[in-house]
């Protein structure tokens, strides 16, 4: 029961960092659009600049983020009773499923596909790219690549700190 309280309010958690951003600038998630509204927008001389810095910070964004929430959920598993590597490998990986799936399923291709607020200027005409579902859909598959990395990292230390020596 608390392995689904937790993951009702991963998913709540998850939206509040995403959504207003999203919503405020789309811009800023850009590397998350679909390839053509991508390729449209890089050739949109208005964003040209803001396109390096977005490229240039994305992926140290994303290692840091990996980093924070291998230790975020390790704790979560932890307090959660899930003492071994292999149950907080699987109690992380089973939390960072779920919002995978609602990140899939909810945000992105309910919201993000139909909605006009994540329209960047320049791109409304391409309907048919933001409607797409399978840009999402490969998404999904990286995220769960990535969350298991995240759930290896979360295991790892969970078996850490199982190895000290208690006082």
Same mark, same amino acid.
């Given at each position: 029961?608390?392995?689904?309280?937790?993951?009702?309010?991963?998913?709540?958690? @998850?939206? !509040?960092?995403?959504? =207003?951003? !999203?919503?405020? #600038? =789309?811009?800023?998630?850009?590397?998350?659009?679909p390839k053509e509204i991508r390729i449209r927008v890089e050739n949109l001389p208005q964003y040209k600049d803001t396109i390096? #810095?977005?490229?240039? &910070?994305?992926?140290? %964004?994303?290692?840091?983020?990996?980093?924070?929430? /291998? %230790?975020?959920? /390790?704790?979560? /598993?932890?307090?959660?009773?899930? $003492?071994? @590597?292999?149950? /907080?490998? %699987?109690?992380? @990986?089973?939390?960072? @499923?779920?919002? #995978?799936?609602? +990140?899939?399923?909810?945000? +992105?291709?309910?919201?993000?596909?139909?909605?006009?607020?994540? *329209?960047? =200027?320049? &791109?409304? +005409?391409? +309907? $048919?790219?933001? *409607? #797409? =579902?399978?840009?999402?859909?490969?998404?999904?598959?990286?995220?769960?690549?990535?969350? &298991? %990395?995240?759930? !290896?990292?979360?295991?790892?230390?969970?078996?850490f700190i199982s190895l000290l020596p208690l006082s």
């Amino acid at each position: 029961m608390i392995l689904i309280l937790e993951c009702i309010i991963a998913c709540g958690i @998850f939206s !509040l960092i995403v959504l =207003p951003s !999203l919503y405020k #600038n =789309p811009l800023k998630h850009i590397m998350s659009y679909p390839k053509e509204i991508r390729i449209r927008v890089e050739n949109l001389p208005q964003y040209k600049d803001t396109i390096a #810095n977005i490229e240039k &910070t994305h992926l140290s %964004i994303k290692i840091i983020s990996i980093l924070v929430f /291998a %230790i975020v959920l /390790a704790a979560v /598993a932890y307090y959660s009773g899930a $003492k071994t @590597f292999s149950s /907080a490998f %699987i109690y992380v @990986f089973i939390l960072f @499923f779920v919002v #995978n799936i609602y +990140d899939l399923l909810i945000l +992105d291709i309910w919201l993000f596909c139909h909605s006009k607020k994540t *329209r960047i =200027p320049g &791109t409304e +005409d391409m +309907d $048919k790219e933001y *409607r #797409n =579902p399978w840009h999402h859909i490969k998404g999904a598959g990286l995220g769960i690549m990535i969350g &298991t %990395i995240v759930s !290896l990292l979360s295991g790892s230390i969970i078996h850490f700190i199982s190895l000290l020596p208690l006082s």
